[in-house]
Structures are given as C-alpha cells and as structure tokens.
C-alpha cells in the first residue's frame, strides 16, 4: 500500500516568525508523539517563501518542506520570482503548483503552469498539481465537470515526459469545496469517482502503470471531522489541507484521522 500524504497549505495565514514558532512549539512534540507508537503519514508543510528557512529549521524529523508557488526559470532577469534551484537552495522538496487562488487572483494560466510543472519535476522538486472546477455541477451536468478536469490536467502536463512523473502528485481540488468559497467539502464518494477518472486521464495520457502509481490526493474543506472518510477511499492517497492546517491542534488530529 502506497504511504498516505498530507500536505498542509498554510496560504498567507500565518503573517509572524512568531506565528510559525508557536505553532511549532505545540506541533512538534505532539508529531513526535505521534511518531512513536506507529508509522505516520507523510507530512509535508507548504509555508510562504518568507518563512521557508525559518520553518526548516523548526519541523520535526520526518515532516518534509514545501513551497506554495514556484517560478519556471532558474536563473535571470525574473523580478520577485523564485526559482526552482532557489527552492532547493533552502531545502525545499515538494511545491504547490496551479492552485485555484493563484489561477484566480494572479491570472495563472493552463501554460504557465504547465511550465512551472516542467521546470520543478526537472530540477527534482515534487509537484503537487492542483486541478478542479469552479462550480458545483448538478449530476445531470457531471460531464462538464469531467471535460474541464481533464482539460486541466492534459495542459499541465503537456510534454511532461514519463520519466519525469515519479515526483509528481495530483490533487483534486474542487474550486466549489475549498473553505474561504462555499466552505461545503466534496463527499468522499464523489472525490473518489473524479480520482479514478483522473487516473483514467493518466492511463491514457502515459499508461496503466502511471495510473495507479501516481499519487492523488483530495483538498477542500478538510479537517479533522472529514480526514478519515477520505483517505478511507481507496484511490484517494491523502489530503490537500489549508486553514485547517493552520491550526497545529486542530492539523495533529487531521493526521490521527488519516492514520
Ligand atoms: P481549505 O483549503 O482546506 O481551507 O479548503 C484548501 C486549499 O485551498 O488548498
């Protein structure tokens, strides 16, 4: 059985270095806890570029270091980017890459973040690719639903050779389910069917194999009272968690329930 994931997207919650110590001086023992009676999801923390070193330097063995965004150049003449080797540099291993936010507030389009996919799987970062529509479809329109994600997913990943796809993780991520929208999370029945369908879209753009070992994880509107009904599914690998991440208390039982 592949290892279930969780990664915490902490978007621009937390705004202090003082914010990020207090969580992490009740995260971290009580992951530490955890850690000791059995063997854990893996825990990857997406935190804002500013605080990437910070919060290396306080995450407990085992918990990985993600970024919410990355650039699709290395090195040149980028204003305010960062790029994938800048990442690296402090020790980031996993980054969020086409999140509906920044889609929607940033004007990211299918190519840029097809290209920032390209430029991060190259460089060795794993990339946790967001896809999902924006409104709640009625089961009579469910096929728009469908051709959109998979509209999504089939740009992202243009020209992604195979090889490169080990690090590579999806997420389905329904604009509609996500907490600052309409806050209502996806049943777990239904993620489950748009995952298989996603690995469907994966199965026929690589092969069969990629499809069941890639990894695909839910996000929207988890928390600790629906963690478990999700990675209970059986294609569905983890959850995508934000401001019930943001939390320590509240993310520690996210990671009891997923056990
Ligand atoms: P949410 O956010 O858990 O607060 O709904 C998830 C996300 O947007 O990644």
């Known amino acids: 059985m592949k290892q279930k994931l969780i990664v915490a997207n902490w978007k621009a919650y937390l705004t202090s270095q003082r914010e990020v110590k207090a969580y992490m001086r009740v995260f971290s023992p009580g992951y530490a806890r955890l850690a000791v009676s059995r063997a854990l999801p893996q825990v990857v923390f997406c935190v804002p570029y500013t605080y990437l070193p910070f919060a290396k330097s306080l995450l407990p063995r085992g918990c990985a270091l993600g970024a919410q965004d990355v650039f699709w150049e290395n090195r040149g003449p980028y204003t305010g980017e960062v790029t994938p080797q800048m990442l690296k540099d402090v020790g980031v291993t996993h980054v969020i890459i086409g999140h509906s936010e920044r889609r929607r507030h940033l004007g990211e389009t299918d190519e840029m973040v097809n290209k920032k996919v390209h430029a991060a799987l190259t460089e060795g970062l794993a990339v946790v690719l967001c896809v999902g529509e924006t409104v709640k479809a009625s089961e009579a329109d469910e096929k728009r639903s469908l051709d959109f994600v998979k509209m999504q997913l089939t740009k992202a990943l ?9 690090r ?3 997420v389905y991520e329904p604009v509609w389910a996500i ?3 309409a806050g209502i999370p996806d049943t777990p029945v239904d993620a489950a069917r748009m995952i298989m369908f996603m690995r469907r879209i994966m199965a026929r753009l690589y092969d069969a194999k990629i499809a069941t070992s890639c990894r695909v994880i839910y996000g929207g509107s988890v928390s600790s009272q629906n963690a478990a009904s999700f990675v209970r599914e059986e294609p569905i690998d983890g959850v995508l968690v934000g401001s019930a991440s943001t939390n320590a208390r509240e993310f520690l039982k996210v990671i009891t329930e997923a056990l």
Do not use: A, I, T
């Open 179 to 181: 907490s600052e929208n």
């Open 158 to 166: 243009e020209g992604v050779p195979r090889k490169l796809l080990k």
């Open 168 to 170: 590579l993780v999806l």
